[in-house]
């Protein structure tokens, strides 16, 4: 298959719809990314039994929490768990065991069948940043609204290098809170066709969003459209709203990220092994819950993960200890035999400045390096993940294309090994190798090119104004909102949409809390 696919508005016939082919805006998505390159691996197999013994005992002789949940407790009480008031001990190897029927990858269809992604094995899939209550641009930080929100996903669609639409990415705070989500996946469903995550706020809000999809697809008939983030309140607690939310995903065959929220020294142990035991057991309690649920249900196990500033008390990003972490979990992962979710964007700069460049290109290249399946944040995230930034997401966006050269390998085929132009070079014929047919014929594409960095010399740079690259990446946010064109949409389809969302609307009181 062709490493990038192009989405186009639906064609017509005669003359008019040719030259409306012509003129059309070409938007580029690339497919995900397929590793040709190793994992990093830094435990060897006397420390990775270590750990799983040590989850173990912990599930065993400490437990988890299901709080609020007296559904979860009557799951676990006749799989063969302990279950004392809402605290769960597990049987060693039991939750293991559960964990078996989870399928190691799935496909995430997405409603243009060209961007759907299989997650899992070698893939590689970006989305975008989740959750910031802030927004970042021209005019400085302030609260999202749902204006905000839409321009996010359009530049999703425009973004060349990722592969998903995401969740959350503001919360729109102009909307009421037991409404917004209808207003965010309606904005994910037509104007972007690229994959997309589901409701985890209330159990109602995931039915809501199984149901929409159900519209949107026409029937889901077993089909995996969604992928969304079911985060465990650690240490080893899974309240009754996000395992409400994974029930209903579980039941209806759509995809649950299980992951531990882990601010290392606060919610975990300050060292890394420990940290790595707290997240196994997290992982394996809730993996295996969902398999309770469902057998086979879809289910990424999940290890976000930032250290602690021990002087001011907050969140840490683009750190040594986090890496060790990410790079750990992804072999304990790999070993449970489910794709891996981790790493992104992640910085604690107020900015996107070089504070932001550095923490975000070691928290990118770890991912990468550590076999993660899918990323959620890989563009967007600024101030340890309270502001969704504009220019930081074009900025992200753009560095993205970097980990799909680096996954590619290295190219050992006939024409890779370049005999032919190193002769020809080498014998006299030539002094450097730009004219050689070799170079004329792979120039296009033997190098990653920036779309948004500047290399121009110094007088050019200076004649243009002497832009920054902060500069540079609002100009393009305004490029590619001006660009955007809506991917074509059944109207019928939209209609039923908007109809649902506006009933749904007028069924309830507008809620803030």
């Given at each position: 298959m062709s490493d990038v696919v192009e989405?186009?508005?639906?064609?017509?016939?005669?003359?008019?719809?040719?030259?409306?082919?012509?003129?059309?805006?070409?938007?580029?998505?690339?497919?995900?990314?397929?590793?040709?390159?190793?994992?990093?691996?830094?435990?060897?197999?006397?420390?990775?039994?270590?750990?799983?013994?040590?989850?173990?005992?912990?599930?065993?002789?400490?437990?988890?929490?299901?709080?609020?949940?007296?559904?979860?407790?009557?799951?676990?009480?006749?799989?063969?768990?302990?279950?004392?008031?809402?605290?769960?001990?597990?049987?060693?190897?039991?939750?293991?065991?559960?964990c078996k029927?989870?399928?190691?990858?799935?496909?995430?269809?997405?409603?243009?069948?060209?961007?759907?992604?299989?997650?899992?094995?070698?893939?590689?899939?970006?989305?975008?940043?989740?959750?910031?209550?802030?927004?970042?641009?021209?005019?400085?930080?302030?609260?999202?609204?749902?204006?905000?929100?839409?321009?996010?996903?359009?530049?999703?669609?425009?973004?060349?290098?990722?592969?998903?639409?995401?969740?959350?990415?503001?919360?729109?705070?102009?909307?009421?809170?037991?409404?917004?989500?209808?207003?965010?996946?309606?904005?994910?469903?037509?104007?972007?066709?690229?994959?997309?995550?589901?409701?985890?706020?209330?159990?109602?809000?995931?039915?809501?969003?199984?149901?929409?999809?159900?519209?949107?697809?026409?029937?889901?008939?077993?089909?995996?459209?969604?992928?969304?983030?079911?985060?465990?309140?650690?240490?080893?607690?899974?309240?009754?709203?996000?395992?409400?939310?994974?029930?209903?995903?579980?039941?209806?065959?759509?995809?649950?990220?299980?992951?531990?929220?882990?601010?290392?020294?606060?919610?975990?142990?300050?060292?890394?092994a420990g940290t790595l035991t707290q997240v196994m057991v997290e992982v394996l309690a809730g993996v295996a819950y969902s398999q309770l649920v469902k057998k086979g249900a879809p289910v990424i196990a999940g290890a976000f993960v930032t250290s602690t500033d021990m002087a001011s008390g907050a969140p840490t990003f683009g750190t040594p200890e986090a890496s060790l972490i990410t790079y750990g979990a992804g072999q304990l992962v790999r070993r449970l035999g489910v794709p891996y979710r981790s790493a992104g964007s992640f910085c604690g700069s107020k900015l996107p400045d070089a504070q932001a460049a550095y923490e975000t290109a070691n928290s990118l290249s770890m991912g990468l390096m550590a076999g993660v399946n899918f990323m959620l944040h890989a563009c967007g995230w600024l101030e340890g993940g309270l502001v969704s930034s504009f220019e930081k997401f074009v900025m992200d966006a753009d560095q993205l294309g970097v980990l799909h050269h680096i996954a590619k390998g290295i190219d050992m085929s006939e024409n890779g090994q370049a005999m032919d132009a190193l002769r020809y070079v080498g014998s006299g014929e030539a002094s450097h190798f730009l004219g050689t047919d070799h170079t004329q014929a792979n120039f296009r594409t033997a190098f990653w090119k920036s779309d948004l960095l500047d290399y121009k010399p110094f007088e050019t740079w200076e004649e243009e104004g002497a832009r920054d690259t902060v500069q540079l990446a609002r100009e393009r946010v305004a490029k590619l909102l001006n660009d955007y064109q809506k991917p074509a949409i059944d109207p019928a389809v939209e209609e039923a949409l908007s109809e649902y969302v506006a009933k749904k609307k007028a069924s309830m009181p507008d809620a803030f809390m």
């Open positions: 989405g186009r508005r639906a064609r017509g016939g005669g003359g008019a719809a040719r030259r409306a082919e012509r003129t059309a805006v070409r938007i580029e998505a690339a497919r995900f990314i397929e590793r040709n390159i190793p994992n990093l691996e830094i435990l060897n197999e006397e420390a990775l039994e270590i750990i799983e013994a040590n989850a173990e005992t912990i599930l065993e002789e400490i437990g988890v929490n299901f709080v609020e949940n007296p559904g979860a407790l009557a799951l676990w009480k006749e799989a063969g768990a302990d279950v004392q008031g809402e605290r769960v001990r597990i049987p060693r190897g039991l939750a293991r065991q559960l029927t989870a399928p190691s990858s799935y496909v995430q269809h997405a409603r243009n069948p060209e961007r759907s992604v299989t997650v899992g094995g070698r893939g590689l899939v970006l989305a975008p940043v989740y959750g910031p209550p802030f927004v970042r641009d021209e005019n400085g930080r302030r609260y999202a609204t749902m204006e905000d929100f839409q321009k996010f996903v359009k530049l999703g669609y425009m973004s060349k290098w990722l592969h998903h639409s995401g969740g959350t990415v503001c919360e729109p705070t102009d909307i009421p809170v037991n409404k917004r989500h209808l207003d965010m996946l309606l904005a994910h469903m037509t104007l972007s066709d690229k994959p997309y995550m589901g409701s985890v706020t209330a159990p109602e809000r995931a039915q809501d969003s199984v149901e929409m999809s159900d519209i949107l697809f026409g029937g889901l008939d077993g089909r995996t459209v969604m992928t969304s983030l079911i985060n465990i309140n650690s240490p080893m607690t899974f309240d009754g709203i996000m395992m409400g939310a994974l029930e209903v995903y579980a039941k209806a065959n759509q995809a649950a990220i299980i992951s531990p929220f882990i601010v290392g020294g606060a919610m975990s142990p300050v060292t890394v």
